[in-house]
C-alpha cells in the first residue's frame, strides 16, 4: 500500500518560493499518477499538477511545477512568485494511471492522500 508523507511548507512573503516535497513509501515508478492539490478550509480541494503528463491547473500554469526525484522516491512541487491566494494546505496523491495512461488533476480520482503541509503567503 502506497503511503504519502508531505513537508517543505511554510509561511513565506508574496513573490517568493518554496519546494514542497512528498515522500513515498514505495517504487511507484510510472505505474502511478502522483498529484498536488490544495484546499482553503470551507472550500473544494483543487487540483494543482499531476505526473508524469504534466498537468497544470489554469491558476497555477507558469508559476507551478512538478517533478520527481526516482531515487529517493519524493515528488516535489516547486513554486514560485508565491500569491497571498496561494495560501492553503497542499495535499500529495497518488493513483494507479487509468488505461490510457493520462493523470489528471480531478482530486475524484485519487483514492491515496497524505496529511499536507500548510503554506502561507502574506502580502
Known amino acids: 500500500q502506497v503511503q504519502l508523507a508531505e513537508s517543505g511548507g511554510g509561511s513565506v512573503q508574496a513573490g517568493g518560493s518554496l519546494r514542497l516535497s512528498c515522500d513515498v513509501s514505495?517504487?511507484?515508478?510510472?505505474?502511478?499518477?502522483m498529484a498536488w492539490f490544495r484546499q482553503i478550509i470551507g472550500k473544494e480541494r483543487e487540483g494543482v499538477a499531476a505526473?508524469?503528463?504534466?498537468a497544470y491547473g489554469d491558476s497555477v500554469y507558469g508559476r507551478f511545477i512538478i517533478s520527481r526525484d526516482n531515487v529517493k522516491n519524493t515528488i516535489y512541487l516547486q513554486i514560485n512568485s508565491l500569491k497571498v491566494e496561494d495560501t492553503a494546505t497542499y495535499y500529495c496523491?497518488?493513483?494507479?494511471?487509468?488505461?490510457?495512461?493520462?493523470?489528471?488533476?480531478?482530486?475524484?480520482?485519487?483514492?491515496?492522500w497524505g496529511q499536507g503541509t500548510q503554506v502561507t503567503v502574506s502580502s
Open positions: 505526473m508524469p503528463n504534466g
Open positions: 496523491a497518488a493513483e494507479p494511471r487509468p488505461a490510457g495512461g493520462i493523470c489528471t488533476i480531478d482530486p475524484t480520482l485519487y483514492n491515496t
Open positions: 514505495i517504487d511507484i515508478g510510472t505505474r502511478f499518477c
